[in-house]
């Protein structure tokens, strides 16, 4: 069984750094492309970015580059979120999940979310 | 860049009854070499994360029940959700994977009438 299972909820104040994993287990990890989503609350998804594990090819949603970071450890399976400098407004829930059909794809299988609060 | 939006924002329908939520691109999805579209669709429920319901526009996912199906082409589509069930409360959005950044409708929220 496909899974990808996220790391805890986060609370932040402005300004702090911090990133977030999606460990993927149950099928081939190098081998698909794993994105990143968030919903900020009460809204819409909006899709971030996109690693291949693979080769670690990077792709960004131009609203989002050079916002976050994406990187992986195939070692471990996992991929990260980053941010290197936090603001209120990326308080949101984090989903990972993985494209069923290479870069740009629909996405068959999703992390429980990661929830992250930024608060002075 | 690949506008999405949905229509209604939200629907109440009554138990046993059909759901139809609209979804439009602002170009269009289907791709000429291999004449599929480019459109996926997603259930939400309260407190989880999306479900994979159907993509290239009308194939349902394993395990999705057959309630669910989606039709369209181009830039206009549509997902019918028949005798609908108390289980089907959610929102349900379309995304299109046709270009990168693969954007999502703004969603449609379905209750209960």
């Known amino acids: 069984e496909v899974q990808l299972v996220q790391s805890g909820a986060e609370v932040k104040k402005p300004g702090e750094s911090l990133k977030i994993s999606c460990r993927g287990s149950?099928?081939?990890?190098?081998?698909?492309?794993i994105g990143w989503v968030r919903q900020m609350p009460g809204k819409g998804l909006e899709w971030m970015g996109i690693?291949?594990?693979?080769?670690?090819?990077?792709r960004y949603s131009p609203s989002f580059q050079g916002q976050v970071t994406i990187s992986v450890d195939n070692s471990i399976s996992t991929t990260y979120l980053q941010w290197s400098s936090l603001k209120a407004s990326d308080t949101a829930m984090y989903y990972c999940?993985?494209?069923?059909?290479?870069?740009?794809?629909?996405?068959?299988?999703w992390g429980q979310g990661t929830m992250v609060t930024v608060s002075s | 860049d690949f506008v999405m939006t949905q229509s209604p924002d939200s629907l109440a329908v009554s138990l046993g009854e059909r759901a139809t939520i609209n979804c439009k691109s602002s170009?269009?999805?289907?791709?000429?070499?291999?004449?599929?579209?480019?459109l996926a669709w997603y259930q939400q429920k309260p407190g989880q994360p999306p479900k994979l319901l159907i993509y290239?526009?009308?194939t349902r996912e394993s395990g999705v029940p057959d309630r669910f199906s989606g039709s369209g082409s181009g830039t206009d589509f549509t997902l019918t959700i028949n005798s609908l069930q108390a289980d089907d409360v959610a929102v349900y959005y379309c995304?299109?994977?046709?270009?990168?950044?693969?954007?999502f409708g703004p969603g449609t929220k379905v209750d209960i009438k």
């Open positions: 999940a993985r494209s069923a059909v290479g870069r740009i794809g629909w996405l068959d299988s």
């Open positions: 149950g099928y081939s990890f190098t081998t698909y492309w």
């Open positions: 690693i291949y594990p693979g080769d670690s090819d990077v």
């Open positions: 170009q269009s999805l289907l791709y000429s070499s291999n004449y599929k579209n480019y």
């Open positions: 290239w526009a009308s």
């Open positions: 995304q299109q994977y046709y270009s990168s950044p693969p954007d």
